[in-house]
Every structure is written in C-alpha cells, then in structure tokens.
C-alpha cells in the first residue's frame, strides 16, 4: 500500500493564494509524504486567479505524486435539474483532475434533502447515474471510488456500497472505504470479507481514528484524530484490505481543528508527525 495525505488535512479553509498552497504543498513534502490527495474546493480560488497551467506547476514543483481528488456529491440519487447541475460540476471536477494528474474522484451520495424517502429501488437510479459518470470520467482518465458516508440513508456502509458498485458494473467505478465512516456507520467488521471475494472492487482508503471517549452516536468529523492515538481497530481493518489484495493509495483524512492550528504553526513539523502516524500501519504494526 502507498501513502498519501488529503489536502483537508491541513485545514479546512481554502490555501488564500497560491504561494500558501505551494506552501503547504512544500511542507508535505518536507515531513515525508510524497503523494498527495487533493480537495479540488482548495483549487478553485487559485484556478480562478492564476489558472490551471500555474496550478499544475505548483504541483509539479512541489514533487508530490498525486493520488486522487475529493469530491464530488450528488450524482446518485438526483434527477432533472439538481442531476443536470451536478453533471455540469462533475464535468468541471473532471477537467480539474485531468488538468491536475488527478487519477481518481471520490464520489458521494450526498445531499440528500430531508423528506426523501429512497428504497432499495433507488439503487438501480443510482447505478444508472454512476455508469453514466463513469462513462464521463473514463474519456478524463479518471477512476471514479463510491464513499459510503455513516450520516445518509442509502450508501452508509460497505455492503450497499459493494451492491452499488456491482449494479453499476463499470470498469471505471470502484469502492472507497474510509475507517472512519466505516465503523461510525451500520457496520460489522465481518463486512470487510466482502473486500476478499471483489478485491477488483477497492479502489482508495482513506484513513483516521477516533478517540473512544466518545459516545459513538455522537461522532463527528471534527473529532478525528491521527492513527494510534484513538480507538478504532485500524490493524484488524488493514489487515483486511492486505488480505483482499490492496496495494493503492491509503489517504489520511482529517477534520481536525487542533491538527490544523498545528499545522498553521509548524506545517513542516505537522505533516511528519502526519506522516509517521500512517507508515505503521503500512508496515504491519499499530492499533
């Protein structure tokens, strides 16, 4: 497996210039990584003022491989218009991979409003949308990963998000599992032999913990911390994705306001202590 860091990692406002974001970018670099995962909202302002040929050099410059791309919402469930704008950003997101060397979009079933009833007939609308995008994606060269995401109706854990990819039965769309959304949401942890009989299935992980002080019910992104220093099974979870066959990207994902005021304050230092979370669990050892 392979390493990389989630460009929300460091924070959760938007780089305000492109010598911030080459900043950052640089500090990865320095404290160990050498892949990056990118939040494509953090590159819109910075497109927006210098282009996508400068953005891209500061990737370059950077020497930062990069992993994948978060995210683009909405392309499950919707119809007429609300489908017909996500489309129109997907098409967009797509562009900005391809222009960036992003090989892979994370995908999500969100939002979806409050008086929506889905059943499980809604997958096939879902599956319809995905190999459509995938289609899309495809002529972009890019990967499309499912994320399941513990607070939505449909799409919350593992197994419907395996059935989904199978429905949608692209070549191009695969299953990302995220520690996190994975055992805060309607989970076994025999769920993760499923990944075994479809390994072809897992396409990106991100990873992260939680500390067990925390009522489970009551989590939220915000309360994710570095690997090692929470609960979570993380050596049983990686231990499966080894089993299955995995040797992709592993993408520390954070939201962690306390991370990333360190983060302002020492970049170089936040990132390699970043960095050094990971790698065990890569190595066969940790939680």
């Given amino acids: 497996m392979l390493t990389c860091l989630n460009q929300i990692t460091a924070g959760r406002s938007a780089p305000p210039s492109l010598s911030h974001l080459a900043r950052d970018l640089s500090a990865m670099r320095e404290g160990g990584w050498t892949a990056v995962e990118l939040w494509l909202r953090h ?7 210098e282009g996508l040929a400068e953005a891209r050099r500061a990737l370059d410059d950077s020497d930062l491989a990069v992993a994948g791309a978060c ?8 119809q007429g218009d609300d489908l017909k704008r996500f489309r129109d950003e997907f ?3 797509l562009e900005q991979c391809q222009a960036l060397g992003a090989p892979h979009l994370v995908v999500t079933p969100g939002p979806i409003q409050p008086q929506e009833v889905l059943t499980a007939g809604d997958l096939e609308r879902a599956a319809d949308n995905l190999r459509f995008a995938g289609d899309l994606a495809t002529t972009h060269g890019v990967r499309l990963g499912i994320e399941f995401l513990k607070g939505v109706r449909l799409v919350n854990n593992l197994p419907t998000a395996l059935r989904l990819a199978e429905l949608t039965a692209h070549p191009n769309v695969g299953v990302l599992v995220d520690t996190f959304h994975f055992y805060a949401g309607l989970r076994k942890l025999e769920d993760l032999d499923l990944l075994a009989a479809q390994p072809e299935r897992l396409c990106f992980v991100h990873v992260n913990d939680v500390p067990g002080s925390i009522p489970r019910e009551l989590w939220a992104d915000s ?3 570095l690997p090692g220093t929470g609960n979570l099974p993380l050596r049983t979870i990686f231990d499966s994705f080894s089993h299955a066959g995995y040797g992709g990207y592993v993408s520390l994902e954070l939201f962690n306001d306390a991370f990333a005021d360190h983060w302002a304050d020492n970049p170089t230092a936040a990132a390699g202590k970043a960095y050094a979370s990971v790698t065990p669990l890569l190595a066969g050892q940790g939680s």
Avoid: K, N, T, Y
């Avoid at 590159?43 to 003022?49: E, L, M, P, Y």
């Avoid at 995210?71 to 919707?78: R, T």
């Fill in 43 to 49: 590159w819109d302002g910075v497109i927006a003022a």
């Fill in 71 to 78: 995210a683009q919402p909405g392309l499950f469930f919707s």
């Fill in 91 to 93: 098409r967009r997101r």
């Fill in 223 to 225: 309360d994710r911390v």
